[in-house]
């Protein structure tokens, strides 16, 4: 048995990715939008009106 037998430990199986994509797409579809609307809008609309 020589310096490079030893083997790294197997991974744990994987979870498949359409669950986590279920979980991101709300995120992105709906929370993004709404921080548009409500964050960035009324910030350049008072940077419009010079306040």
Request: positive net charge; glycine residues 6%.
């Amino acid at each position: 048995m020589g310096p490079h037998t030893w083997r790294a430990p197997p991974l744990p199986p994987r979870e498949r990715p359409t669950a986590k994509v279920a979980i991101v797409a709300p995120l992105v579809f709906f929370v993004l939008p709404l921080t548009v609307v409500f964050a960035v809008y009324p910030g350049l609309a008072v940077l419009e009106l010079g306040f």
